[in-house]
């Protein structure tokens, strides 16, 4: 059974710091930060491929980082300068049929469990 566990969710005041990590239980081409805030659609973050290329929500761009370290097979989201407006469940997914990184949650098939990010102002 594939497994995504995140964590590194926590609670910080604006203009604060978190990195969430996610540990996949096998390897996969594409991987994702996506984000649900209650009573909201899940929406992109970030998405990245094999290769580092990288794709960004433009309400993060310049603040979240993400990254993989492919010798530990784990998934990374650097989030800076942290504002109200991103507490969310964060939840890292996976696709073994993706080519290309996507921020499209539908196109992912495998997902973590989330862990919460909350940000006061």
């Known amino acids: 059974q594939v497994q995504l566990v995140e964590s590194g969710g926590g609670s910080v005041q604006a203009g604060g710091s978190l990195r969430l990590s996610c540990a996949p239980s096998r390897y996969y081409v594409i991987m994702g930060w996506f984000r649900q805030a209650p009573g909201k659609e899940r929406e992109g973050v970030a998405a990245i491929d094999r290769g580092g290329g990288t794709i960004y929500a433009d309400s993060v761009k310049g603040r979240f980082t993400i990254s993989k370290d492919n010798a530990k097979n784990t998934l990374y989201l650097q989030m800076n300068s942290l504002k109200p407006e991103d507490t969310a469940m964060y939840y890292c997914?996976?696709?073994?049929?993706?080519?290309?990184?996507?921020?499209?949650?539908?196109?992912?098939?495998?997902w973590g469990q989330g862990t919460q990010v909350s940000v006061s102002s």
């Open positions: 997914a996976a696709d073994q049929r993706l080519t290309i990184a996507t921020l499209s949650p539908g196109t992912y098939n495998h």
